[in-house]
């Protein structure tokens, strides 16, 4: 499938391979598999979240045994979206649900990263930006190993401590704000909960290299 075109008259061409076998007999059209422009502006962000949560989940050397898991469920998701958009599966059928739901958890998760630095990062704003109640949003986290409150927390914990090994002379409280944590008191709590030791000792012990 080829996005929508990027910059000066170009393209972002992303290539999924998905093989036939894997999709139910009664959605073997071969003929509807013909690459072509995915159009739909309403699917297409739930497709860039998924191919980009695809890449992250193949590169990530600290989740060994979960990716094969991960990009099954995420190469089910980005075919029955394709099959979505050329009305070959219903939105409102099994399949058609269960691809929505994991493509809106995945477009979930990265509007939480992209907005980490508002202290005001919210359900409401999230389920606004998604397009869907904020009972429905809730509904999404159910199905993943993280609530949303935890899945925000984890995130602005794991950037904290990016920050931290990539701007050493960086100060720990400057660093807690732009991660969108309220006060320092705060920071320095959910930290040592997650991680049993302070963030400063944390970065003592990066920059040791341990």
Known sequence: YRT?????????LRILKIP?????TQDRRMRELAP???NDPTLAPLLAACFADLGEAADDPAAADAPPLVQASLVQALAHLALIERGIVRPGS????AALQTARLSQARRLIARHLQDPHLAPAMVADLLGVSVRHLHMLFETAEKSFSQTVTDERLKQSRR??????ERLI??????CGFESLATYY???NAAYGMAPGDFRARASDGL
Not at 163 to 168: G, I, V
Not at 173 to 178: C, E, L, P, Y
């Open 189 to 191: 709590r959910v930290f």
């Open 94 to 97: 099994r399949r058609g649900q």
């Open 36 to 38: 072509r422009t995915f």
């Open 20 to 24: 036939v076998s894997s999709i139910p």
């Open 4 to 12: 929508a075109p990027q910059g000066a008259g170009g393209f972002h």
């Open 173 to 178: 409280a400057d660093i807690a704000a732009s």
């Open 163 to 168: 920050l931290m090994r990539e701007a050493p």
